[in-house]
């Protein structure tokens, strides 16, 4: 996997997909912030993940982001090959 930010992710205004230290991330903007929160308040994430029809994904470290509009970075659950 190639370092940097994933070709074609930058469509999304409300963050992107970054490749680090053979990790894939995505950075969560602040313009989604309020989505975001909601998403997982409302139980529609773990939901959504329970059913199968949703990457899980756990919170990393804000000192990821690439730029300074982040307001979550996370980090998908590897899928198998």
Known sequence: MTEGNVPGSFRDPNGFLFVQE?????QVN???????????????Y??????GLLIAHTEASLNL????DAYRI????EVGN
């Open 22 to 26: 053979g990790s894939i991330y995505r």
């Open 30 to 44: 602040g313009l989604y912030q309020d989505h975001y929160d909601h998403l997982l308040k409302s139980g529609l």
């Open 74 to 77: 996370i980090q998908p659950e």
């Open 46 to 51: 773990q939901d959504l993940v329970d059913a």
């Open 65 to 68: 982001a690439r730029s300074g």
